[in-house]
């Protein structure tokens, strides 16, 4: 019988891996900084146009305005938290499914454990 079992998948640290981490950070920050001043544009037009009442259109922008900012805060966070990771330390970096075979006999214990796959620079280097 098989059986699908969630598996861990976690990447060590390199400086490799911590360059390209920061980078993706930075740029999401950029992509979101962007669309706050697109938002902004969007909102002065949409308010000298006059088609929706001012209040409403402000009330909308600001809190589309907002959840990015909290967005651009929160990698801020990571980014900082990424700079005191030691080389060598686990991040949990998604989860996959398997299929785990399972055949009379097999201990139970076994066969529930949790999983994890661990990648290097883009390479698994180990199955638990």
């Not at 891996?17 to 999401?28: D, G, T």
């Not at 907002?66 to 990698?75: F, N, P």
């Amino acid at each position: 019988m098989k059986l699908i079992q969630t598996v861990e998948v976690r990447q060590v640290v390199t400086e490799r891996s911590k360059q390209e981490l920061a980078a993706a950070f930075a740029a999401r920050k950029q992509q979101l900084e962007r669309e706050c001043g697109q938002l902004r544009f969007e909102q002065k037009r949409m308010e000298k146009s006059g088609e929706y009442p001012a209040s409403l259109v402000k009330q909308y922008f600001a809190k589309e305005i907002d959840d990015r900012m909290e967005k651009i805060k929160l990698l801020e966070f990571q980014l900082e938290q990424l700079h005191m990771l030691s080389l060598g330390s686990e991040l949990k970096e998604r989860e996959v499914e398997a299929l785990i075979e399972v055949n009379v006999g097999d201990r139970w214990e076994e066969v529930t454990k949790t999983r994890a796959i661990i990648v290097e620079d883009g390479v698994v280097k180990e199955i638990r």
